[in-house]
Structure formats: structure tokens, C-alpha cells
């Protein structure tokens, strides 16, 4: 029945780790919108981005494809462009397939999928210091099922950002002078609002927490800046003492300022959708891209196969539809698709879709399966020739790394007994069964990844 067609409201804020999701979480955060949403609605423990940097999650995510079909193998930009990386032209996408079904659609905020063009120097953010154009300008064509349009590339201008309007050209950009994050809830707010006879399904991309640290609002600072170093980096894994740990530090503090003012601004899409009275069930899908390290391992940013990185926080508030708790469900990159279309009530049926619906597990009406396996990939780059496989369940990961001159090389980490991926273990019985079903995995995957012999031979040498 119409009636019963639900609005639909996808919030991703880039680089939010699961760990600074305020209650939820372990990083001394405060998030008291999203706690409260969490209350109200679906907790997800073991949502994971299976490829933690920015472009070829959301390439998966909107398609359900994995990246050598969807064509994001790596970071979008004028680098890869040369390559022919960017999401590829006609992919339907869960936007284009409710849109199809009569929703109507929208977009807002960081896309990072359009390979940039000459002019995208000239018109969008311009060069970087690496000597990269990240930014550029989508034609109406290749929106891959968003009809209302209020976007830009990558550009990291957080308190003055530039956005494409739906019908504007490549040299018709908006600038703005306030914070995007808020910005960007102001235009959802009034796309929410506007009314309809039909449904609506809206994403809102925020661009923080991601860098620039520093370029967040003061008002969000106050709660952070008394805070020291093993406080604001509390996980075990943060080698404290460090350069990199008092880096790490420095940045936490701007990053969970940015946290807690995304927060803020879930809490006014959280009431533009409760003041919404045409009897309509409602879905909100709070989640992320990927994480970040901020520390933990030596490190400070994404692409890696640590939990900082790879596990993302994940609510879904659907009255009625799904009931409220908590869930260990294990949800991926490729499975947010066809979760995000059975929620809607509408089937998955392009073949190319690899990922898994969840939504029936997700209402309650079948069971969670800690054995569920995640694909994780890096692909090699340019700057980086090594390329990574790997397999996480909610309770062990494996990671094979292959690196043309130095070979392949093993991790393993018991997520239950070490969650902070303290102690690597590849020479135990669970990282051997892992190994096999990593090979059976990519076979099934069809992934000719250049690390998969060497596996294979280790695989057969332990049996």
C-alpha cells in the first residue's frame, strides 16, 4: 500500500569511528543525540566498512558492487581519474531503484565519486598541495539516482564550503559562509519539510569529523580542551609517550569537537523527521565511511585493517519496521544497498549486487550469525604497490598483504580475547580455516588479486 512506503533519511559523516559514538563507544565523547537515538532505535555492533577510505566505500555502499565491477578501486581524484577509477556510468544504485519505485530523491553534501576533469581546477576546490584536483562537479547524468542535488566532490573548506545546486553548471557554484555540517542539515531540513504526495529517500553526507581538525566551531571545543593525552587516547593500543601519540592528542581534541557538533546536528534531522505528520513510517540510517586510528597502532588516519578504522557506527530508527535493541549482526560495506532497499520494502535484483539484505535480520525476523565474514580490500596504488585481502567475523580477522618485491605476509587477531589487535597470530587454527575460506572467498569474488598463489600454497603446505 502507498501509505506504508516509508521516508527515508541516510546520514554518513566521514571518518566518525565507532568508537566515538558518545554511550556506545570508548573515547571520551559526548554524543547525547545519537545515545538518544540509539535508545530509541537499532544499535548495530558490528557494522564494518571492507574498504576504510573514503571513495570505494561509498562506491559500495550506493551500489552493493564490489569495486573491480563498481569501478572505485581507490581514493577519487585527478590521479586515479587517469586510471579510469570512478564510479561507473548507468550503475543502478539503491537511489535510482526507489526512485524508479516512486520515492523522491535527494542529496546533500560530500560526494567524492566524480573523476575530476580539467575544469574541476578551475571551478571546484582547485589544486592541493600533493598536486591533486579531489574536487569536481557530477553532471545531472551521472547522479546516479539522486534528483535534487546540493553537492560538491571532496573539498575540505569546513567553514566555508562551496556546493552545486540540481540544475547548476560547472561554473554556477555556491559559496557559503558557515559551517557545512550545519549548512548542509539547514537544506536537509527544508527538503524534509517541503511535503509531497510520494515518499522520500534523502542522504545527507557531512564532511566532519574528517580533516581539517582545526576547522570546527569554537562552541564545540570547551568540553575537550582540558583534557590530556591518556585521557582523550584511552585504548590500550595508543603508544603513549610518542610523537605520533601526542599528534594524535592534538588532533582528538578538534575531532571529538567536530563529533559532539555532528551530533548537534543529528539531533535537528531527528526532529525535521518527527515533525513530519502524513502518516508515513519513518527510517533514519546514522552510519559513517570509515574510521580513523587517531593513534592507536602509531597511526593516525584510515586504510588499514584495525578495528579504529574498519568498524563503523551504525543506528537505525525505524518505528514500527525495526524494533529497538541492539544487534551483533555483521553489516558491510556492500550490504548497506540491498538493507537500505528491503528496508523500503523494495527487492534486490540486479545480479552485480554482492551484498547481503539485512533488514529482515535487522527487524528481528531471522537470526544474527557471529560467523558472518567480511571481505576486507586495499587495492595497490601509484604511491603504494602492496595490496591486502583479508576476512573478519564479529569474533577473528585474517589480513594477507602481498607486496610485489617482498611477498605475502600474515596477521591474525582473536577480536573476543584481544579486541585491540594486540597479539597477531597467523600460525593458529582459526587463522589456517580463515586462510581457506579467504581463497574460497575471492574464487567466489572472482577477485584475481595478486596475493592469492602465494595463499594457496601456504594454505596447502599447513593441510
Known amino acids: 500500500m502507498p501509505h506504508r512506503r516509508p521516508h527515508i533519511l541516510v546520514v554518513m559523516a566521514d571518518q566518525f569511528r565507532a568508537a566515538a559514538l558518545g554511550a556506545r563507544g570508548s573515547d571520551p565523547v559526548h554524543t547525547p543525540h545519537l545515545d538518544r537515538l540509539a535508545d530509541e532505535g537499532l544499535f548495530v555492533r558490528q557494522a564494518v566498512s571492507s574498504y576504510p577510505v573514503c571513495s570505494p566505500h561509498r562506491a559500495m555502499f550506493l551500489t552493493g558492487m564490489r569495486p573491480a565491477v563498481n569501478g572505485v578501486t581507490l581514493n577519487v581524484n585527478s590521479e586515479t581519474a587517469q586510471d579510469g ?45 600533493d598536486g591533486k584536483v579531489w574536487d569536481a562537479w557530477s553532471p545531472p547524468e551521472r547522479r546516479f539516482g539522486f534528483d535534487y542535488w546540493y553537492s560538491y566532490g571532496a573539498a575540505d573548506r569546513h567553514l566555508a564550503p562551496h556546493y552545486w545546486t540540481t540544475d547548476a553548471g560547472r561554473h554556477e557554484r555556491v559559496d557559503v559562509a558557515q559551517w557545512s555540517a550545519e549548512h548542509e542539515v539547514d537544506v536537509a531540513r527544508e527538503f524534509i519539510a517541503a511535503g509531497s504526495e510520494d515518499p522520500f529517500a ?16 569554537d562552541r564545540y571545543r570547551s568540553a575537550y580542551a582540558g583534557l590530556d593525552e591518556r585521557t582523550l587516547l584511552n585504548r590500550p593500543n595508543v603508544p603513549h609517550g610518542t610523537a605520533v601519540a601526542a599528534e594524535a592528542a592534538a588532533i582528538a581534541r578538534d575531532y571529538f569537537a567536530a563529533v559532539t557538533g555532528v551530533d548537534e546536528q543529528i539531533g535537528r534531522l531527528v526532529d525535521a523527521m518527527a515533525a513530519l505528520d502524513d502518516g508515513r513510517p519513518t527510517v533514519i540510517l546514522f552510519t559513517s565511511d570509515h574510521g580513523m ?26 518505528p514500527g519496521l525495526v524494533p529497538p535493541g541492539e544487534s551483533d549482526s555483521v553489516i558491510d560495506s556492500l550490504d548497506f544497498a540491498p538493507t537500505i532497499l528491503g528496508l523500503a520494502g523494495v527487492a534486490t535484483r540486479d545480479p552485480r549486487i554482492a551484498g ?16 558472518d565474514a567480511t571481505l576486507y580490500l586495499r587495492h595497490a596504488s601509484r604511491s603504494d604497490p602492496t595490496s591486502a585481502r583479508g576476512l573478519r567475523t564479529a569474533e577473528a580477522k585474517l589480513i594477507a598483504a602481498w607486496h610485489p618485491a617482498e611477498g605475502l605476509s600474515l596477521e591474525f587477531f582473536d577480536l573476543t580475547t584481544d579486541p585491540y589487535e594486540l597479539h597477531s597470530d597467523p600460525s593458529s587454527p582459526t ?33
Open 85 to 129: 577509477v570512478g564510479l561507473r556510468d548507468g550503475l543502478p544504485t539503491w537511489a535510482s531503484v526507489l526512485r524508479d519505485e516512486g520515492w523522491r530523491t535527494g542529496y546533500i553534501g560530500k560526494w567524492h565519486l566524480e573523476p575530476p576533469v580539467a575544469d574541476d581546477e578551475r571551478f571546484g576546490e582547485g589544486r592541493r598541495d
Open 293 to 318: 586510528q587517531l593513534g592507536s597502532h602509531g597511526l593516525l588516519y584510515k586504510n588499514v585493517a584495525y578495528e579504529e578504522s574498519m568498524r563503523l557506527p551504525l543506528i537505525v530508527h525505524a
Open 356 to 371: 547481503r539484505d539485512r533488514s529482515e535480520v535487522l527487524r528481528g525476523h531471522a537470526p544474527a550469525d557471529p560467523g
Open 202 to 217: 534523502l542522504m545527507v553526507s557531512l564532511n566532519p569529523p574528517h580533516q581539517p581538525f582545526d576547522q570546527v566551531p
Open 431 to 463: 587463522a589456517r580455516a580463515l586462510s581457506a575460506a579467504l581463497i574460497t572467498a575471492l574464487s567466489d569474488a572472482e577477485d584475481a588479486w595478486e596475493g592469492a598463489a602465494a595463499l594457496a600454497t601456504i594454505v596447502a603446505a599447513e593441510w
